[in-house]
Structure formats: structure tokens, C-alpha cells
């Protein structure tokens, strides 16, 4: 469990293909920390560390979290976003994040205003239901939250602090983002499902 509060960026320093699987080596300021069989998110995936060697860790993705992230279009040399699992004893200064994406976001409108970031991302209509206005979304692993949101389309909010220290100011017009829903909404949107 995370809170989608970015810890650092890492860079992508080799990517193994085995079978439909992709293990990527990471390199980041918190490597050196991690231990075998932690969780960790990459850019909102939640990954098991399988190696540590000087400031770099190991991962692998399956082809199941391949198919439904960015993480398969990933190179040597990007960046992605490094958020260590929660600690139970301290503040949630986010929003609960599972690292469990739901679908990748498109980014279809960015602008630089006075000061902040605006960016504007679209979505499959069959999620309208679990992303309301002014609600949290996980975008890339960050805690954001939505606006002018309409049945396949949101907006979010970027502070000088997120665009300098996360990995969303490499995010354009055309780029990919992974997207996990609020995972209280999923589950009211269940119930409602089911009781009906």
C-alpha cells in the first residue's frame, strides 16, 4: 500500500526480456535501502524487488501488468517515479494507493500557466463511475486531484514541487500514464452493482 507521495526518480539502467516477462534494473537514491521481496512503486505499479546491488534494483514485470501499464514502453534511460511501500505509524499525506493500475490515461492537452501546470488526460468511458470532481486519482503513481471531470476526461493540477521532483514534467500531448482509481469509489461502485 502506498500514498502516491513520490520518494524519488530512478532511471531505468537495463531491461531483460524473459518469455512475456521484463525485468527492469532501477537505479535511484533509495536502491541501496531496499531489501528482496519488498513492494515498491514504479511510477504506480507495485513491484517486488528481486535484487539490490550498489544503488541500483532489480524488478520484473509479467505480461499481465505489462499489457495494462506503460511499464512495456519503458527504455534505458527513462525515469520513473519510486515510492516505497506505507508505514503504518505515520501521516497518509496522499490518498491510499494500491499500486494496482487500472488502465493507462492519455494526455491530450498541457499548459504551463503562471506558476503551475495544468494537464488534461482521457480515459475509457468505463471508468466514469470511479472518478468524480475533486476527487484522488493516481496518475503515475502520484496523488492528484481530478477536475472538470467529465465521463471520459480529467483535469489535474501540477505545483512547481510535483513538476520538478516526479517524473510528470516528461509528460506531453500523446504520452501514456498509468491510472489507478480511488479505491473506495471501486468498492462503492461494486456495491451498488451488486444490491441492484
Request: one cysteine or more; a negative charge.
Amino acid at each position: 500500500m502506498f500514498t502516491g507521495i513520490i520518494e524519488a526518480l530512478g532511471q531505468v539502467t537495463g531491461i531483460e526480456t524473459t518469455g512475456t516477462n521484463k525485468t527492469f534494473w532501477i537505479s535511484s537514491p533509495v536502491s541501496h535501502e531496499l531489501k528482496p521481496d519488498q513492494s515498491v512503486s514504479h511510477s504506480g505499479v507495485c513491484l517486488t524487488v528481486e535484487e539490490i546491488t550498489a544503488d541500483r534494483h532489480r524488478v520484473t514485470a509479467i505480461e499481465e501488468t505489462l499489457k495494462k501499464t506503460n511499464l512495456g514502453q519503458l527504455k534505458t534511460g527513462d525515469i520513473v517515479n519510486i515510492e516505497r511501500c506505507l508505514r503504518m505509524n505515520g501521516r497518509i499525506d496522499g490518498h491510499i494507493v494500491q499500486g494496482h493500475v487500472d488502465h493507462l490515461g492519455v494526455c491530450i492537452h498541457k499548459k504551463e500557466l503562471a506558476g503551475s501546470y495544468e494537464y488534461r488526460f482521457s480515459f475509457p468511458d468505463r471508468f466514469s463511475g470511479l472518478i468524480i470532481e475533486k476527487g484522488s486519482i493516481s496518475l503515475n503513481g502520484i496523488s492528484l486531484t481530478a477536475f472538470e471531470v467529465t465521463k471520459n476526461e480529467f483535469s489535474v493540477a501540477i505545483i512547481p514541487y510535483t513538476y520538478q521532483h516526479t517524473d510528470i514534467h516528461l509528460v506531453n500531448t500523446g504520452t501514456s500514464v498509468n491510472l489507478e482509481f480511488d479505491i473506495i469509489g471501486k468498492y462503492v461502485a461494486r456495491y451498488h452493482a451488486t444490491v441492484k
